[in-house]
């Protein structure tokens, strides 16, 4: 998990985002539509580079 977090590499965060939108996909009708945007949100974030590394959140937070 540690690795997935502090991967910057895009080509397997689109594979991990491909991976949940299927799971995702097969759901989603039981989700509340606030909470589908809300992970849709997430995932267009990581697709897009807005993420912060593993190690500078556990600086942050004093982990």
């Known amino acids: 998990m540690k690795l997935l977090l502090e991967t910057e ?6 594979s991990i985002k491909q991976v949940f939108q299927k799971k995702y996909h097969d759901k989603e009708d039981d989700l509340p539509e ?20 593993y190690e500078e959140v556990k600086k942050k937070y004093g982990w």
């Open 34 to 53: 606030a909470l589908r945007e809300s992970i849709d949100a997430g995932l267009k974030d990581i697709a897009e580079g807005r993420v912060v590394p």
């Open 9 to 14: 590499d895009v080509s397997i965060i689109e």
